[in-house]
């Protein structure tokens, strides 16, 4: 499992980027961006979701 600690770590991270990149365009006034940004985040979101346990690093949330 610890050949998946650091991929995991990583994706956290990006979802995290996502997350302040949506905020900021909401921010912003821009919307429509900010609801396609979501949108992508909530399919990254749900596949992990659906991912087989045996497959989800601890680090992983």
């Known amino acids: 499992m610890d050949d998946y600690n650091e991929p995991a770590l990583r994706l956290q991270k990006t ?3 996502l997350r302040r990149e949506r905020d900021k365009l909401k921010g912003e006034g821009k919307y429509d961006e900010a ?11 749900t596949t992990l979701a659906q991912l087989p ?3 989800k690093p601890d680090t992983l949330q």
Do not use: G, Q
Request: net charge neutral; no cysteine; hydrophobic share 70%.
């Open 35 to 45: 609801s396609a940004l979501a949108v992508s985040i909530a399919r990254i979101e």
């Open 15 to 17: 979802l995290l980027n």
């Open 53 to 55: 346990a045996a497959f």
